[in-house]
């Protein structure tokens, strides 16, 4: 279906990118390294870690190790109706989680049965594959959101807005070593700083500068090890 697509990652290194989906990635064999915003995160098998949409992240993931990236488009987000609680999402699971809190297993039963029926192709599965990743939304909303500020905002729910920001982040993400500023962008898109600031903060949960330092920060960490 195209509201949601799997990825495997096996034994090879993603570089530092951004998507307009919401992700969730599954450990499935090995250890996987996942870099999303500042943070870092070891993911082993059955460890699960969402990330959401227009983070920018890479994936370190060596020799006999892979993960399983499950994508979420942003139509599907907004037919569940959690599109306005994204930015506020935070899971992270470990591997020896399990039994802890049922809501860690169901996350990981729901992620398995996805993956069996996107790989089956068919109707009958693609209908089980939307049931199955709606279940696993819907816990993570309940379960897995930060406490949102009284002056959160909602977020719009037009494709135009979409659009834009992802053509924005395409730029920052092109030109992130050079000079760049709120007005300059702004300009490029022929709207107000204001409110190109307000929906950057409402997408990503993060001012634009705290994304353009985590991303020059990333950026040159990854040069260095290079």
């Known amino acids: 279906t195209a509201f949601v697509t799997i990825e495997l990652i ?4 993603v ?3 951004f998507c307009s989906d919401f992700l969730v990635l599954y450990g499935l064999k090995g250890n996987t390294t996942v870099i999303s915003g500042k943070k870092q995160y070891e993911i082993e098998p059955g460890g699960v870690l969402a990330s959401n949409p227009f983070t920018h992240y890479s994936i370190q993931c060596p020799k006999e190790s892979g993960i399983a990236v499950l994508h979420i488009s942003q139509e599907m987000l907004q037919i569940t109706g959690i599109h306005n609680h994204l930015a506020h999402i935070r899971c992270y699971i470990k591997d020896d989680s399990s039994g802890v809190y049922r809501e860690y ?3 990981r039963m729901y992620f398995a ?3 069996k029926s996107y790989f089956e192709n068919s ?3 693609d209908i089980q594959l939307f049931t199955d990743v709606s279940q696993m939304l819907s816990i993570l909303v309940t379960y897995f959101t930060a406490s949102e500020s009284s002056d959160h905002l909602q977020i719009q729910n037009d494709s135009d807005t979409l659009e834009r920001l992802n053509r924005i982040m395409i730029y920052i993400h092109e030109h992130w070593r050079e000079p760049l500023s709120i007005i300059q962008l702004a ?3 022929y709207i107000s700083s204001g409110y190109l600031s307000r929906s950057f903060k409402a997408y990503t949960g993060k001012t634009f500068t705290e994304y353009l330092m985590e991303l020059r920060l ?3 960490a990854h040069d260095l090890k290079n």
């Open 15 to 17: 570089p530092i990118k």
């Open 10 to 13: 096996q034994s090879q290194n």
């Open 113 to 115: 049965r996805a993956l």
């Open 123 to 125: 109707k009958q599965s």
């Open 105 to 107: 297993d169901h996350i």
């Open 218 to 220: 990333q950026n040159a």
């Open 187 to 189: 300009q490029r898109e």
